[in-house]
C-alpha cells in the first residue's frame, strides 16, 4: 500500500500523481508492436467506440512510421492522445485483445497509441488538410471532447467554426474532471492546441451560453448550432449537512484539484459517497494528497459497484478503504459548521429492493466529506431551446445524425448519454458532424 505525504509544491504534486504508465520509448514501442498478432477481423477494433484501426496504427509503429500511426489513429479519432490515456482500455480495446484468451498480457493499446500521437504532437505535424471554405458557419456550445471532435471533423468538410466556452480553457472533463494521475493539464492542452493549428476553428473562452438571448444570437448568426456542454454541478443527496464547510461535490472537487493541483487542502479523514468512477478517482486522489484514511461508503455491495474493477484496485493500492452495504442519512457538523462525521445505516437487499436496516446506524468520524453521488442535468439551460426535448432522464433526445427536436440544433456526449467515456463523445460528436453537413447541404 502505497503512503503520501502531503504534496506542498508543484515537484512534490507530480511526483504523488505521476502517471501509473509513462509514455514508452521506441525501444519499448517497437518490441510491443511486435508482439501483435495483427487479427483479421481485429476485435480490438470492434470494442472501440471510434473504430481506431488498431492492427494498422500498430503495424506502422512497428514498421517505423510513426506518423501514419498518428495518421491512422487521428483520422478515426481527433482526441487519439487523450483518449490513449483516459479511455478504460482494460475493458475496451485492450479487454477485447485476443491474448486475453490465452491469458496472456494483452497489447499495450493506449500506450501505443500515445507513442505515437505525442510524437505528431510534440513536432506539430500537420496530418489532414481541411476544405476550402464552403461559407457556412456552426457554433458549438462547449470546447470539451464532444465539441472538439465535432469542430475538427466540420473543418474537414469546410465550416467556419465557433466555440462558445464557458470555462477560461478547453477539453472540459479531460481537462477538469479527470484524474491527473492519468492525462496531465499540459497534455490535455497540448492537444488542444495542435488540433486547432492544424484545423483553424475558434474558441471563445470565458462565453456561456445561459439564457434565451444567447441561443436567439446564435441561431441568427449560425447555420447551425452543436450542442456539448456535459453535464452539470453534483448532485445534492438531500440530506442535512450537506453545506457544512469541508463537504464537497466529487466534480468540483476534482476541479479544483486539476487547476489548484497542491494548494488544494485536504481532510486527515476522508470520507468518499459513491461507487462509481468518479468516486474511485475523488478517493484516490484525496490519499495521493495526503489524506492519513480515506473511507469509500457505497450503499450497495462491493460487487454492485458501478466502478470499474480495475479503478477500485486503483484506489485499494493507494490506501482507500472500502465501506459497503451503508447508506448516508447525515453530514455532522461542530459549533463551526465543519464536518465532523458521517452517520451510515446499513443497508440491505430484499426481494430486489435496496432497504435500509432499522436500529443499524453508526457514525464515521471524519473532517472531510466528498459526494460523488452524480451529476446533475442542464435541463434549465437546455429547456430554453425551442422545441428541443429532454427525455424524463433530463438527457436530450436526439434521432440518428444527433439532430435534436430543433432541426437547427445537434448534441451529443454527456448532454446525450447521461453520462460516459470521452471515447464516447468523441464518436458520437463525429456523426453529429457529418449530421449537420447533411443537413446543411440539402
Ligand atoms: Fe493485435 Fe490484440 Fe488487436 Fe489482435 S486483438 S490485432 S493481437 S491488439
Known amino acids: 500500500m502505497a503512503e503520501f505525504k502531503r504534496p506542498t509544491s508543484r515537484e512534490e504534486y507530480e511526483q504523488n500523481f505521476a502517471q501509473e504508465y509513462p509514455l514508452m520509448n521506441a525501444t519499448e514501442a517497437y518490441y510491443e508492436s511486435s508482439r501483435c498478432l495483427f487479427c483479421y477481423d481485429a476485435p480490438c477494433i470492434n470494442a472501440c467506440p471510434t473504430s481506431i484501426d488498431i492492427p494498422l496504427f500498430i503495424k506502422q509503429i512497428n514498421t517505423g512510421n510513426v506518423m501514419g500511426a498518428a495518421k491512422t489513429i487521428y483520422s478515426a479519432n481527433h482526441l487519439g492522445n487523450a483518449c490513449g490515456k483516459v479511455c478504460p482500455t482494460e475493458v475496451l480495446c485492450e479487454g477485447a485483445c485476443v491474448y486475453k484468451h490465452q491469458n496472456v498480457k494483452p497489447i499495450d493499446i493506449g500506450r501505443l497509441q500515445n507513442f505515437a500521437t505525442q510524437q505528431a504532437i510534440s513536432e506539430n505535424k500537420k ?27 466540420l473543418r474537414m468538410l469546410g465550416y467556419t467554426v465557433d466555440i462558445f466556452e464557458a470555462k477560461a480553457q478547453p477539453s472540459g472533463l479531460t481537462l477538469y474532471g479527470v484524474a491527473p494521475y492519468k492525462i496531465t493539464n499540459e497534455e490535455a492542452l497540448d492537444e488542444v492546441s495542435y488540433l486547432q493549428k492544424q484545423f ?36 445534492s443527496l438531500s440530506i442535512a449537512g450537506e453545506n457544512l464547510k469541508n463537504c464537497f461535490g466529487a466534480v468540483e472537487f476534482i476541479e479544483k484539484l486539476r487547476i489548484d493541483q497542491h494548494k488544494v487542502s485536504i481532510g486527515e479523514q476522508v470520507v468518499v459517497l459513491g461507487g462509481g468512477n468518479t468516486a474511485m478517482d475523488a478517493a484516490s486522489e484525496s490519499a495521493r494528497l495526503g489524506a492519513k484514511n480515506v ?127 470521452v471515447v464516447n463523445a468523441v464518436a458520437d460528436a463525429k456523426v453529429a458532424a457529418v449530421g449537420i453537413h447533411h443537413f446543411l447541404s440539402k
Open 295 to 421: 473511507t469509500l461508503a457505497y450503499r450497495r455491495s462491493k460487487a454492485e459497484k458501478g466502478a470499474y474493477a480495475f479503478e477500485y484496485d486503483l484506489a485499494k493500492k493507494v490506501g482507500v478503504k472500502g465501506l459497503f452495504n451503508v447508506s448516508p442519512l447525515e453530514i455532522l457538523g461542530n459549533e463551526r459548521d465543519e464536518v465532523v462525521g458521517v452517520k451510515l445505516i446499513r443497508t440491505t437487499v430484499v426481494e430486489g429492493r435496496l432497504q435500509t436496516i432499522e436500529g443499524s446506524e453508526f457514525v464515521v468520524n471524519c473532517d472531510m466529506v466528498i459526494k460523488a453521488t452524480g451529476q446533475s442535468k442542464r435541463t434549465s439551460l437546455l429547456l430554453q431551446i425551442a422545441d428541443l426535448k429532454l427525455d424524463t432522464k433530463g438527457k436530450i433526445m436526439v434521432n440518428e445524425a444527433y439532430q435534436t427536436g430543433n432541426s437547427q440544433y445537434f448534441a451529443a456526449g454527456d448532454a446525450v448519454n447521461g453520462g460516459a467515456e
Open 127 to 153: 496530418l489532414f488538410s481541411t476544405a476550402a471554405n464552403n461559407g457556412k458557419k456552426v457554433a458549438i456550445i462547449g470546447a470539451g471532447p464532444a465539441g472538439l471532435s465535432c469542430a475538427c471533423e
Open 200 to 235: 483553424q476553428f475558434n474558441i471563445f473562452y470565458n462565453k456561456p451560453i445561459q439564457n434565451k438571448a444567447d441561443f436567439d444570437e446564435l441561431e441568427q448568426n449560425y447555420a447551425a448550432i452543436f450542442i456539448g456542454v456535459g453535464l452539470g454541478k453534483t448532485r
